[in-house]
């Protein structure tokens, strides 16, 4: 197609006298909407025709029972299927495959790219997925991340400022806040308190952490991989583990605590 017309539009009637000169058969259809061949000129008509084709895709969502809050606030970038009772809430963005199943609720302003997730999983706002698997019966966000390789098992439930990237995470296991998850794998009914990191990276190569059923990780640990901790073992608050954890077992590894009496704060020097 050109443009060389007294208003430097491209039209798509052209596309017949092309066809014709190539030997090409031309057949008729009726498009279901006019705005499916009006033609782009601009940025704008360009955003119009976008903001047309995602209130299309909106209206057939709800003709299959999907809940949206708002159908002019949605953007189905790929494709999106769905079960029953599904409910998603203004301002999501979808990208390449996701499937939602049956009863999933997604909170407002959420992204999530070429993820699976299971029945009765409840997402909470602000929450970014890429590349995920998500059991049923989950509990997500708000503000959580799960990057590429990340696969939750059923009622898992990671919280506000968790990220998880390439790791199994089990059955009922919970990262509730500020924590960071990666190249690990992680058993059922696990707690990660908050602050936890696994330090999967020496600054060249990644290392993996195994977390066993039934551990305890107290607040604001690190886990130098690699680094195994043992079934049913507590890792007391601010324990930095750089060797494996016994299983059933306390482990602490911490400053021993000191308090200085009299011990005065330094002055501000006048100037």
Known sequence: ?????????????????????????????????????????????LAELERQHQRN?????????????????????????????????????????VDLADAVEVGPYCVLKNVKVGAGTRIAAFCHFEDAVIGPDGVLGPYARLRPGTELGPEVHIGNFVEVKKSVIGAQSK???????????????????????????????????????????????????????????????????????PPDALTVSRAKQVTLAGWQRPQKVKK
Not at 75 to 91: A, K, M
């Open 57 to 97: 895709i909106a209206d057939q969502l709800l003709v299959a029972g999907v809940r949206l809050a708002d159908p002019a606030r949605l953007d189905i970038r790929g494709e999106l299927t769905h079960g029953r009772d599904v409910s998603i809430d203004v301002g999501c963005v979808f990208e390449g495959r």
């Open 1 to 45: 197609l050109k443009n060389d017309n007294a208003q430097g539009e491209y039209y798509l009637t052209d596309i017949v006298a092309l066809a014709v000169a190539e030997g090409l058969p031309v057949r008729t259809a009726q498009p279901e909407g006019e705005w499916e061949v009006l033609g782009v000129n601009s940025k704008v008509q």
């Open 175 to 245: 990262a509730n806040h500020l924590a960071y998850i990666g190249d690990a794998e992680i058993g059922q009914r696990v707690n990660v308190g908050a602050g936890t990191i696994t330090c999967n990276y020496d600054g060249a190569n990644k290392f993996k952490t195994i977390i066993e059923d039934d551990v305890f990780i107290g607040s604001d640990t690190q886990l130098v991989a690699p680094v195994t901790v043992g079934r049913g073992a507590t890792l007391g608050a601010g324990t930095t583990l750089t060797k494996d954890a």
